[in-house]
Each structure stands twice: as C-alpha cells, then as structure tokens.
C-alpha cells in the first residue's frame, strides 16, 4: 500500500525497520562477495595472476569514476517526496549519468588509459593488456551504477523492501551465470570474463529495480501531499550533494596511508595480509551495520519518532557487538573462523586473530556514525559530513605517524589499530555535529 503520510511517529518500528535494514546490508555486501567469486574464476583462466590483477586496476578505476554512485540512494531518500520532487531528482540523476558515463569514456582513450595504467598504476605487458580490455567492457558500469542506487533509495523511500531483496537477486544471479557461462564457452578470456559478468549482473539488476518499481511509486506519488514547503530545485540538491561527494573521497585515502604505514613497521609483509584478513571477517560477520544509515533515512522520511529510529540503531549495534565478540574472544570459535574457514596458519593466524579482536569492538561505533550522519542528511545540512571525514583522516594520519615513528608496534598494531581508532573517533566526531540535528529530524 502506499505510504500514509499522516501516520503515528510512535507506532511500532522494529519489523519495519528490520525489513528496510535486511535488504540494504545484503546489498551493499553482495559486491565484495561477487568479487571474490569472479577472482575464482579468473584463477582459473590461462594466465591467473594477469587476470585478477587486471580485472581489479580496472574495477577499481571504474568505480571511482562511479564515486558519486555512493551518495545517490541517500539523495533519493532526502529528496523523494511527491512526483514534482521525483521530477527534479531524476534530472538531477540524469546529470550524473551523463557525466560519468563521459568520463568513463574518456578514460578509455588511449593516451589517458596509457597514462593511468604506466604513469600511476605502473603495469605492463599481459597485466596492462587484460586491465585495458575489462576497462573498456566497464564503460556503462558508473552510470548503471548511478541509476541503480537511486532505485534502491526509491524502493526503501516507499517501504517496499522486497523489490531491493529481487533485485539484488537478480543482479546476483546473472553475474554468476556469465561468469561461468564466459568463462565455460571462451567466448572472451582473462579479466573481460569479470568485466562483462559485473556489466550484465548490473544492467539486469538496474532494470529489475526499474520496472518492479514503476507501479508502487506511482501509487505513492498519488497519496503522497503535493503542497510541502521542501524545496526541491536543482540548486537544493546540488548545495545537498557536493559535500556528500566530498566526503566520499576522504576515506579513499585510507587504504594508501595505512599500507605505507605498515610497509615502514616491523613484519610489513604479514601485517597487511593479517589486517585485510581481520577487516574482511569482521565486515562480513558486521554485515547488519552497513545499512544502518539508509535505514535511519527511510524511518526519518516515514515519519518515525528519531529517538526510537535511534533505539533501534543502537539495538542493532549491540546485537552485532555481541555476535562479533564472542567470536572474537572465545579461542576456539576464533581458530573456527580465521584458521579453518578462512585458511589462515601461523603467524599470519596469530596476528590476524589479534587484529579481529582489535576491531570486535567497532558496531555500536559504527552505528552511532551512521544515525548521525543521517540526521545530519535528512536536515539538509550536509557539510558537517566533509569535517568529520576531514577529522577521521586526520586522525588516522597521526596514529600513523607516531607508531611508525616512536613505537616498536608491529605492522598490525599500525593497520588494525589504525582502523579501530580512526572509525571510533569518527562516531565521536558524528555524534558532536549531529546530536542536535536528531531531535529537529521531521
């Protein structure tokens, strides 16, 4: 049924919030596990290593020129409001598609493909041939993925859940038919297999979302109140979104200054494997935090009481914390994890499973940062978001610099401890800028 705009803010939100939360956590965890599969296959092509490398320069500059795919559902679920706002936003949308999708094209051109795969990412031979030719099949890949999050913020902006479940499904679902069906027939080989899956799973996943939800939102722009004083203009959204797209690059900086840090920090080598490990488990077994923001926004625009919206945030973070830690903390169910399921022996075991239990403690942080930077979101007052990303990074920054500098820390304590301090303080840091804006939520 369509949204009933005039509905008690204190009726019960749990099994509405749960069925918002489930379907956005799978979404956005999907794509690393997709991933890992698609680098499966590609270990089984003729020339593995090139492959996977390939496959990963080329994604990797794919999504970045996608960035603003990040912010999308958040602007969809801020602004969506009636069919004129609807209206605005889809052009709006539409520039973005636009752009990306001209940028995604002229990366592609030779003299500025030959740079980024020598000058910056300094490969060549059979690695440059297989990332030149998976980056020309990614070519639609920004802009679908543009397209895709809005539709994903529109089907949780009319509480319609199970169309993000099919959805999902269904891009899923045809990454993994063409992976192996590619890769089975030799069609093309090497990173063009990933390429082309990641392509077709998205466009299907896209257009599933598309029809699916043509029907529901137009019941919910006929009920929804067409009279608000929202502004919903172009400039609003822009003002809205720049430093949401902003603070997005921050942490792209992250990875790069961590990895230089553990390279300069004793055992370099396991270290890192032992940090990406521990922070992929931990992701993994999170799972549930990672939609706590979008969740937050689609009970804030059904008209929930944000103190409640912000109960269940934290219910969800203490639940996580208390899942993560007993696997943290409890040996054998730790060995269970890292050392059976996930294949880790010996030293890389050991620190691995210290860096896990270093991060055990990060869902209600995780939480907390979410709900109040969603507040922050649906107040329109967005560039709060680029001082507290701006903070993260340079707290991370100084952790960095004095371990590596003044410490005899092994390169785990440097990565790991890096990520726990950095994503704590960048909860503490939301909780300053957002704490009123929660209680103006409207």
């Given amino acids: 049924m369509p949204e009933n705009t005039d509905l008690d803010p204190n009726r019960p939100i749990v099994r509405h919030a749960i069925s918002l939360l489930l379907p956005t956590a799978a979404n956005m965890t999907v794509v690393p596990i997709l991933s890992l599969l698609l680098s499966g296959i590609l270990t089984?092509?003729?020339?593995?290593?090139?492959?996977?490398?390939?496959?990963?320069?080329?994604?990797?500059?794919?999504?970045?020129?996608?960035?603003?795919?990040?912010?999308?559902?958040?602007?969809?679920?801020?602004?969506?409001?009636?069919?004129?706002?609807?209206?605005?936003?889809r052009k709006f949308v539409g520039f973005w598609v636009v752009l990306v999708t001209a940028i995604a094209l002229v990366v592609?051109?030779?003299?500025?493909?030959?740079?980024?795969?020598?000058?910056?990412?300094?490969?060549?031979g059979l690695l440059k041939q297989n990332a030149s030719e998976a980056l020309i099949w990614l070519i639609?890949?920004?802009?679908?993925?543009?397209?895709?999050?809005?539709?994903?913020?529109?089907v949780l902006r009319i509480s319609r859940p199970r169309l993000a479940w099919i959805g999902t499904a269904a891009g899923a679902a045809t990454v993994v038919i063409a992976a192996f069906g590619l890769f089975a027939t030799e069609i093309v080989v090497g990173a063009s297999i990933a390429a082309i899956a990641m392509?077709?799973?998205?466009?299907?996943?896209?257009?599933?979302?598309?029809?699916?939800?043509?029907?529901?939102?137009?019941?919910?722009?006929?009920?929804?109140?067409?009279?608000?004083?929202?502004?919903?203009?172009?400039?609003?959204?822009?003002?809205?979104?720049?430093?949401?797209?902003?603070?997005?690059?921050?942490?792209?900086?992250?990875?790069?200054?961590?990895?230089?840090?553990?390279?300069?920090?004793?055992?370099?080598?396991?270290?890192?494997?032992?940090?990406?490990?521990?922070?992929?488990?931990?992701?993994?077994?999170?799972?549930?935090?990672?939609?706590?923001?979008?969740?937050?926004?689609?009970?804030?625009?059904?008209?929930y009481n944000p103190l409640r919206v912000r109960r269940f945030a934290l219910s969800v973070g203490i639940l996580t914390f208390a899942v993560v830690a007993m696997i943290a903390y409890i040996p054998p169910i730790?060995?269970?994890?890292?050392?059976?399921?996930?294949?880790?022996?010996?030293?890389?075991?050991?620190?691995?499973?210290?860096?896990?239990?270093?991060?055990?403690?990060?869902?209600?942080?995780?939480?907390?940062?979410?709900?109040?930077?969603?507040?922050?979101?649906?107040?329109?007052?967005?560039?709060?978001?680029?001082?507290?990303?701006?903070?993260?990074?340079?707290?991370?920054?100084?952790?960095?610099?004095?371990?590596?500098?003044?410490?005899?820390l092994n390169g785990l304590w440097v990565g790991a401890g890096a990520w726990t301090l950095t994503l704590f303080s960048e909860a503490i840091y939301a909780y300053i800028f957002g704490r009123n804006h929660l209680a103006k939520v409207a």
Avoid at 51 to 58: N, T
Avoid at 108 to 124: D, Y
């Fill in 44 to 89: 089984r092509t003729e020339h593995p290593d090139e492959a996977v490398g390939g496959f990963s320069v080329a994604l990797g500059i794919s999504m970045f020129v996608g960035l603003p795919q990040l912010r999308i559902q958040q602007l969809t679920l801020v602004y969506f409001e009636n069919s004129e706002s609807l209206r605005q936003l």
């Fill in 108 to 124: 592609v051109i030779p003299p500025v493909s030959e740079f980024l795969f020598t000058t910056v990412f300094s490969v060549s």
């Fill in 140 to 154: 639609p890949l920004p802009a679908l993925l543009v397209l895709k999050m809005h539709y994903y913020g529109a």
């Fill in 199 to 303: 392509i077709a799973g998205t466009l299907v996943e896209t257009a599933t979302l598309a029809v699916l939800s043509t029907k529901p939102v137009k019941l919910f722009n006929q009920s929804a109140p067409t009279n608000n004083n929202s502004d919903h203009s172009i400039r609003s959204m822009a003002w809205f979104f720049w430093p949401l797209l902003f603070a997005a690059m921050l942490p792209a900086g992250t990875q790069p200054i961590l990895n230089a840090g553990m390279a300069r920090s004793p055992e370099p080598e396991v270290s890192i494997a032992a940090v990406a490990l521990a922070f992929y488990v931990f992701q993994l077994i999170a799972v549930a935090t990672n939609g706590t923001q979008n969740t937050s926004l689609a009970l804030f625009a059904s008209q």
């Fill in 334 to 408: 730790t060995q269970f994890v890292i050392g059976d399921i996930m294949g880790a022996e010996g030293r890389l075991n050991e620190l691995a499973s210290n860096g896990f239990r270093l991060l055990a403690i990060l869902p209600i942080a995780l939480v907390i940062e979410q709900l109040y930077t969603a507040a922050l979101m649906r107040n329109r007052t967005t560039r709060p978001i680029i001082y507290i990303n701006s903070l993260r990074l340079i707290t991370l920054a100084c952790w960095v610099v004095v371990t590596v500098n003044f410490t005899n």
